[in-house]
């Protein structure tokens, strides 16, 4: 079966950097992804990682290991627009492809 | 481009009711998956379609089922409603199921069940 978690929470401050881990259980990877979600609004993709290492994005970047099971996004020079979900995501290949998501992480950014 | 689109934005029905949602992916876009969101399960993936055919299934029971046309266009239905299917449904749609399969969501169908 499929398992992701994630912390519920965060806060951070304005300007600050902060890093949400995601750890994840899978029979068949493919690909971890992060997406952003703002409050009433739909998901929109920020990463992907398919091979181990550091992925690099403006002020995100992301990181994964495949043999720990293991992912984090790191968020630079937070700003208040900043302050939204986050939702790691697994793409499985077990039994058909799914994309199977963490309950993500609520993240806010204080002045 | 456009982007997907999910109609109706809000529905409200009653236990024992039945009702079908529809998703246009992005023009190009074959591959179409669907998602219940609710505040304390996050996203619960339901189906996977590409190319007219279910690629997979998540465990939900059978009353909520899907589909794909030719056009990639799908729509889902769940009969027999019950107050705890009261969530936001979430269409996505990418290119095809492998490689790096970005998905673009569209803004959700709301239900609300009474």
């Known amino acids: 079966g499929q398992n992701i978690d994630q912390p519920t929470e965060m806060t951070a401050t304005e300007g600050a950097i902060v890093q949400i881990n995601c750890t994840y259980q899978?029979?068949?990877?493919?690909?971890l992804f992060w997406y952003q979600q703002h409050a009433g609004e739909a998901p929109t993709f920020l990463s992907y990682?398919?091979?181990?290492g550091l992925e690099e994005k403006g002020r995100f970047s992301s990181f994964l290991s495949r043999s720990k099971g293991y992912s984090y996004l790191l968020l630079k020079e937070l700003q208040m627009k900043d302050s939204a979900s986050y939702l790691c995501?697994?793409?499985?290949?077990?039994?058909?492809?799914?994309?199977?998501f963490g309950a993500g992480t609520r993240l806010f950014v204080k002045a | 481009k456009a982007g997907v689109t999910q109609t109706p934005r809000y529905l409200i029905k009653t236990r024992g009711q039945q009702v079908t949602l529809s998703c246009s992916p992005i023009?190009?876009?074959?591959?179409v998956s669907w998602y219940q969101q609710t505040p304390g399960q996050g996203l619960q993936f339901l189906f996977e379609?590409?190319?007219?055919?279910?690629?997979n299934k998540g465990n939900f029971p059978g009353r909520f089922s899907g589909r794909q046309f030719s056009n990639s266009r799908s729509e889902m239905n769940v009969s027999t409603l019950e107050l705890g299917d009261s969530a936001l449904y979430l269409c996505?749609?990418?290119?095809?199921?492998?490689?790096?399969?970005?998905?673009?969501f569209g803004a959700g169908s709301r239900l609300t069940v009474l």
């Open positions: 899978t029979s068949g990877f493919n690909g």
């Open positions: 995501a697994v793409r499985d290949s077990d039994g058909g492809f799914k994309t199977i």
């Open positions: 996505a749609s990418s290119l095809e199921p492998s490689g790096a399969n970005v998905l673009t």
């Open positions: 023009s190009g876009h074959r591959s």
């Open positions: 990682n398919v091979l181990d």
């Open positions: 379609y590409f190319s007219e055919t279910q690629r």
